[in-house]
């Protein structure tokens, strides 16, 4: 692929099942109007990992988001509201351990560098926990004379055991 094609993540029907009945309303509008999660973020003020958790079901839509989605989506708002009114139905998506080969990569790497990760944030912060509720997660891609490269940056709010 060149890289000036532009890339277009669809829904993949055998996820379905496990999604929120506005995955894929929300998934054929993105077909239809062609558009990337980051062009959809821009829109909407968000990260487009967050654009994106919210097309899975794994985040929720605020007023601004559902006004937004629906004027640059042509979805009905009032469609928008009913299928993303409610509390997200989060970590359901997959099986563990996942069986998606990129998915999977992730999860190794919590396997193999989790306690790693673990001593060295208790060693910075003490005894505690990162947040994924107050977090924020952005991917960027950097090139080099080696290839591509994935950045992958979490932040999440720390959390002191007492």
């Given at each position: 692929?060149a890289?000036?094609?532009?890339?277009?993540?669809?829904?993949?029907?055998?996820?379905v099942?496990?999604?929120?009945?506005?995955?894929?309303?929300?998934?054929e509008?993105?077909?239809?109007?062609?558009?990337?999660?980051?062009?959809?973020?821009?829109?909407?003020?968000?990260?487009?990992?967050?654009?994106?958790a919210?097309?899975?079901?794994?985040?929720?839509?605020?007023?601004?988001?559902?006004?937004?989605?629906?004027?640059?989506?042509?979805?009905?708002?009032?469609?928008?509201?009913?299928?993303?009114?409610?509390i997200?139905d989060?970590?359901?998506?997959?099986?563990m351990?996942?069986?998606e080969?990129?998915?999977?990569?992730?999860?190794?790497?919590?396997?193999n560098y989790?306690?790693?990760?673990?001593?060295?944030?208790?060693e910075k912060?003490?005894?505690?926990i990162?947040?994924?509720?107050?977090?924020?997660?952005h991917?960027?891609?950097?090139t080099?004379?080696?290839?591509?490269?994935?950045?992958?940056?979490?932040?999440?709010k720390w959390y002191?055991?007492?």
């Amino acid at each position: 692929m060149a890289a000036s094609e532009k890339r277009i993540v669809t829904l993949d029907s055998s996820l379905v099942h496990r999604l929120p009945e506005s995955a894929p309303t929300l998934f054929e509008a993105k077909k239809q109007k062609n558009l990337s999660f980051e062009e959809i973020a821009k829109k909407l003020g968000r990260d487009e990992v967050a654009v994106a958790a919210l097309f899975y079901g794994q985040a929720q839509a605020n007023a601004d988001d559902i006004r937004n989605l629906s004027d640059l989506l042509g979805i009905p708002a009032a469609k928008l509201e009913s299928q993303l009114a409610g509390i997200p139905d989060r970590g359901r998506t997959m099986e563990m351990p996942p069986r998606e080969p990129l998915i999977y990569r992730l999860f190794e790497i919590v396997q193999n560098y989790g306690y790693a990760y673990k001593a060295v944030l208790n060693e910075k912060f003490g005894d505690g926990i990162m947040s994924a509720i107050s977090f924020s997660t952005h991917v960027e891609k950097e090139t080099d004379d080696k290839g591509d490269w994935v950045k992958i940056t979490l932040r999440g709010k720390w959390y002191v055991n007492r």
